[in-house]
């Protein structure tokens, strides 16, 4: 198997299998599933702990106002009633005014917290250092346990317009968001390996060879971006490694110049004529007026 190392700009994302014989437009529409799959799994991730220390998200119409004015406005959440955490709710206030305030016990807040420490570790881009390749089936294992976790604790679901929901029905509005610039369509997704766009139409074997046990860093770019900036002919590893090798030989060679410093032999404890001199009178001699 083909091994893809898939780079967003000079970042790892993840490892992916695939084989020489495979068309160009599967492997983008497999590469582009997996990092939006990826991509789901770490917003769902970061919305989850705000439900866990706060509770449902409140209504759009009611997001950031103060108490005051919505009673003023005489504005009521028809879903605090319906979506009440198991155990019963603990009440912590949302300072932004985005979530109710009714939030889980610390049991169920638990449970929540690991699940989402399961899912990120599952996507990790760590799992590049350990050498695992990522798979759709990865990306569907993080995701079910983060919507069974949910369903635990909160039984009778979560809100329509809660971002988690949506997250789980494919809702999603990320318009305006720093995470729709991110998110990329399987039609403006290209890979480029070498400084080449590797062209839909064309298959793998048709850049790297037939040699199924071949390496590649690509990169992963959006339809407009140009060329992503090519790999350095060596990794910052590599490069540290031979400043260290340096170094180390710099040291070397200033202990073999001390060892071989010869200074010594003029000094007067390495004369062998010293005793001779001492017995003939020799020694202390000047020459010149005093």
Wanted: aromatic share 4%; net charge negative.
């Amino acid at each position: 198997m083909v091994q893809l190392h898939v780079k967003r700009g000079d970042e790892s994302q993840f490892l992916f299998n695939t084989s020489v014989d495979s068309p160009l437009e599967t492997v983008i529409q497999q590469v582009t599933a997996i990092y939006n799959g990826r991509l789901k799994v770490e917003r769902i991730c970061s919305e989850i702990p705000e439900l866990a220390d706060h509770g449902i998200t409140l209504p759009p119409n009611m997001q950031g106002l103060t108490e005051e004015q919505i009673e003023e406005l005489k504005l009521k959440d028809e879903w605090e009633d319906k979506c009440v955490p198991s155990g019963g709710p603990v009440f912590r206030k949302d300072e932004i005014g985005r979530r109710n305030g009714h939030a889980p016990n610390d049991k169920m807040n638990a449970v929540l917290m690991k699940t989402v420490e399961e899912a990120k570790a599952l996507i990790s881009k760590k799992q590049v250092q350990a050498n695992i390749c990522v798979t759709m089936e990865m990306v569907k294992e993080a995701l079910d346990p983060l919507r069974g976790a949910v369903m635990i604790v909160y039984p009778m679901g979560l809100p329509p317009h809660d971002p988690i929901r949506m997250e789980f029905e494919d809702r999603e509005d990320l318009s305006g968001t720093q995470a729709s610039l991110q998110v990329m369509t399987e039609d403006e997704c290209q890979l480029w390996w070498a400084g080449k766009e590797m062209q839909r139409g064309k298959k793998l074997q048709d850049y790297v060879g037939k040699n199924e046990k071949t390496k590649l860093v690509v990169k992963i770019q959006k339809r407009g971006e140009g060329a992503p900036a090519r790999e350095p002919l060596i990794t910052e590893e590599q490069q540290k490694q031979m400043m260290m090798h340096h170094y180390r030989r710099q040291e070397e060679l200033k202990k073999l110049e001390e060892a071989d410093d010869d200074s010594h032999l003029d000094s007067e404890w390495s004369d062998r004529q010293a005793l001779k001199k001492q017995f003939q009178g020799l020694t202390n001699i000047k020459w010149g007026p005093r």
